[in-house]
């Protein structure tokens, strides 16, 4: 056969086929034995913190997959009762219980006794959650401002949170998470903001950001 250049783009794609391949191939093996190796089986306390839009969505996300499983889960909202939230009302149907920290959380008035005891006693709530081994999942849904503001102890939390049952796993969101909660996490995710609609002029939107 000639020596055409059709010929020798013909040559460099074969080439750069092979090539692929065998990096596949030792990407494949990498990967296959990283598998293998990860041979525990526990539940895994997750946190989803940042200043960026996605938190409380990945919280919902992972009931939604663990629903979707057969599991049991149960929400905890640390935000004011009254906050709409289109998660809430499907997954509700679907058994989730809620928990809603509600009545009496007044970020308008800033009453702080009164914002303290509503967040004790949703955090009540949550420890009963934490010793129940019938609640394969948990999400505290923006706790982590509970421990900035100190209505709820740390210490505490950090107990409940070790002494949950072994196969239970946790979701925390919230901006800010005290580096005590991110130590004692298997899982963390920062959401880094790159741009927000809001900063555009864009309001708040049913679906997308309740
Ligand atoms: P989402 O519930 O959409 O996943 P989030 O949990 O990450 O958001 P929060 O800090 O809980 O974020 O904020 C709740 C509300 O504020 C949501 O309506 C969200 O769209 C909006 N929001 C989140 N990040 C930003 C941001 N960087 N600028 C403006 N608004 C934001
Ligand atoms: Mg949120």
Known sequence: MSDTPSNNKKDEDKD????????????????????????????????????GKGKSTSGFGTVARAV??????????????????????????????FHVMGTGFTWETQDKETDKAAAQKAWEFSKT??????????????????????????????????????NQHVVITGR???????????????????KHAFEAGIKAQKGIDW
């Not at 010793?131 to 394969?136: A, K, L, R, V």
């Open 16 to 51: 750069e086929n092979s090539r692929h391949k065998a990096r596949m191939q030792q990407q494949k093996a990498k990967v296959d034995e990283r598998i293998a190796n990860a041979q525990v089986e526990k539940g895994v306390l997750i946190v989803i913190t940042g200043n």
């Open 68 to 97: 979707g499983h057969g599991l049991k889960a149960c929400v905890v909202q640390y935000v004011k009762g009254t906050w709409p939230c289109g998660e809430r009302d499907l997954l509700e149907k679907l058994g989730v219980e």
């Open 129 to 166: 959650c934490l010793q129940d081994p019938s609640i394969d999942l948990l999400l505290l849904d923006e706790i982590t401002y509970m421990l900035t503001y100190k209505y709820i102890d740390l210490d505490d939390v950090l107990v409940a949170l070790e002494n949950r049952p072994v």
């Open 176 to 194: 800010a998470c005290h580096r005590a909660v991110i130590e004692l996490a298997d899982t963390v995710s920062e959401v880094r903001p790159i």
